[in-house]
T-cell receptor, first 112, second 111 residues
Framework: EAQVTQNPRYLITVTGKKLTVTCSQN?????MSWYRQDPGLGLRQIYY???????DKGDVPEGYKVSRKEKRNFPLILESPSPNQTSLYFC???????????FGEGSWLTVV | KQEVTQIPAALSVPEGENLVLNCSFT??????LQWFRQDPGKGLTSLLL?????REQTSGRLNASLDKSSGRSTLYIAASQPGDSATYLC??????????FGAGTTVTVRA
């Protein structure tokens, strides 16, 4: 079954404590991306990757880092989380050239 | 910059009525357009993908049309059911590396 798996699904953390949200896909997709969803702002792209070791900024990359060392994994790193990063985060993947994009179940992150 | 608009923002209909959800976008240079469903607190489920060269796609009770030249897509859901209650998101893929989302239409189907 095609899957994009994110962990953790729910997390409450404190300001400044580094955290990583993992994302893994089992479809051998080249493209992976992170989005955040906020009320009134919709879904906004944070970072994306077109293949291993190829990453680039999306619309709202400040405060985030990513890496793509393996094709299946694309972790999102918050080096020093702040309350304005409280949000619902989604990982997505697809093949290239206009294929269907698949989303993970989402990770609820609260920074206090 | 691609702007995607969905109207109406919310819709409430009695069970059995057909649903019509609208999506408009500003730049017609797109790879494809995808419709998603999102249940409260859940992830996005892909419903239909329409490539830029296609005019429509159908899956069961769902039909989506695409008029690229006018920057519009419409999602039709026939004979709505309470289980269709959700937020429906339209997303345009202008290139290989991102989606531009609309704000969504929240649908309530009353039993």
């Amino acid at each position: 079954e095609a899957q994009v798996t994110q962990n953790p699904r729910y997390l409450i953390t404190v300001t400044g404590k580094k955290l990583t949200v993992t994302c893994s896909q089992n479809m051998n997709h080249e493209y992976m991306s992170w989005y955040r969803q906020d009320p009134g702002l919709g879904l906004r792209q944070i970072y994306y990757s077109m293949n291993v070791e190829v990453t680039d900024k999306g619309d709202v990359p400040e405060g985030y880092k990513v890496s793509r060392k393996e094709k299946r994994n694309f972790p999102l790193i918050l080096e020093s989380p702040s309350p304005n990063q409280t949000s619902l985060y989604f990982c997505a993947s697809s093949g290239l050239s206009g294929n269907t994009i698949y989303f993970g179940e989402g990770s609820w992150l609260t920074v206090v | 910059k691609q702007e995607v608009t969905q109207i109406p923002a919310a819709l409430s209909v009695p069970e059995g009525e057909n649903l019509v959800l609208n999506c408009s976008f500003t730049d017609s240079a797109i790879y494809n357009l995808q419709w998603f469903r999102q249940d409260p607190g859940k992830g996005l489920t892909s419903l239909l993908l329409i490539q830029s060269s296609q005019r429509e796609q159908t899956s069961g009770r769902l039909n989506a049309s695409l008029d690229k030249s006018s920057g519009r897509s419409t999602l039709y859901i026939a004979a709505s059911q309470p289980g269709d209650s959700a937020t429906y998101l339209c997303a345009v893929r202008p290139n290989d590396y991102k989606l531009s989302f609309g704000a969504g239409t929240t649908v309530t189907v009353r039993a």
